[in-house]
């Protein structure tokens, strides 16, 4: 980045990273954060508030504790203890229901209380959902991350993990649970369910590149 820099950049066009450092030199001119130095100011007072502070201490404890040691699961099977959850929902993909049964094994052995629901409870057929029938699969079910959520609302869990859903089913997911949510597993079929991959093998970068050709 040039010293006569004048232009805002966002942030994945940074290549200072001068926010880890705390900025020794000043804020640069190109920093984003100079647009929205308000919001900034106001986020602040956001992590005071009770329900926000819990979980970002939580956080901060198991990032200080075991950021670097410890698995993802591991790590929500400890934020869920920091957070004193005792009844944990496991939003599982039906694909990955093996996995799901472990992961729900450990969390019982740590003393929760789990509510599992698999995407495909109550077997919905495409039609009962709205999908036109070009758009369904063979399978001739529809995922139901809505029902999902909504069990485990009535349910009371404190705490809802996301163990594989589709893409766009953990946003319906998201948005109709009443309790926090974290992930798990994010589901990628290509790449054994570890997204980055993708972005790490010439592989296949080469097809991202091919299917996303660079705007002249």
């Known amino acids: 980045m040039t010293e006569n820099a004048k232009k ?3 942030c994945h066009q940074c290549k200072t990273n001068d926010c880890l450092r705390h900025y020794p030199e000043g804020v640069p001119d190109y920093c984003q954060s100079k647009k ?3 919001i900034i100011e106001r986020s602040k007072s956001e992590y005071t508030k009770p329900d926000v502070a819990g979980i970002h201490l939580a956080t901060a404890k198991i990032l200080k504790e075991g950021g670097f040691d410890w698995t ?3 790590q929500c099977i400890e934020f869920a203890r920091e ?6 929902g496991l939003a599982v993909c039906i694909g990955l229901i093996r996995e799901g049964r472990e992961m729900a094994r450990y969390l019982e052995r740590a003393g929760f209380e789990v509510i599992s629901v698999a995407c495909m409870i109550g077997a919905l057929t495409p039609q009962e959902t709205g999908i036109p029938e070009e758009w369904q699969t063979s399978a001739g079910l529809a995922c139901n991350p809505v029902a999902q959520a909504e069990i485990m609302n009535r349910e009371g869990t404190q705490l ?24 798990v597993v994010v589901k990628d079929t290509v790449t054994g369910n570890n997204p980055t991959a993708a972005l790490l093998s010439t592989f296949h970068r080469i097809k991202l590149g091919q299917i996303y ?3 002249s």
């Open 83 to 88: 957070i004193n959850a005792s009844k944990v």
């Open 213 to 215: 050709k660079k705007r």
């Open 8 to 10: 805002t950049i966002v």
């Open 72 to 74: 993802r699961v591991q």
């Open 36 to 38: 929205y130095g308000d």
């Open 160 to 183: 809802n993990l996301i163990y594989g859903l589709c893409v766009g089913h953990d946003t319906l997911f998201i948005n109709y649970s009443k309790a926090p949510v974290t992930y």
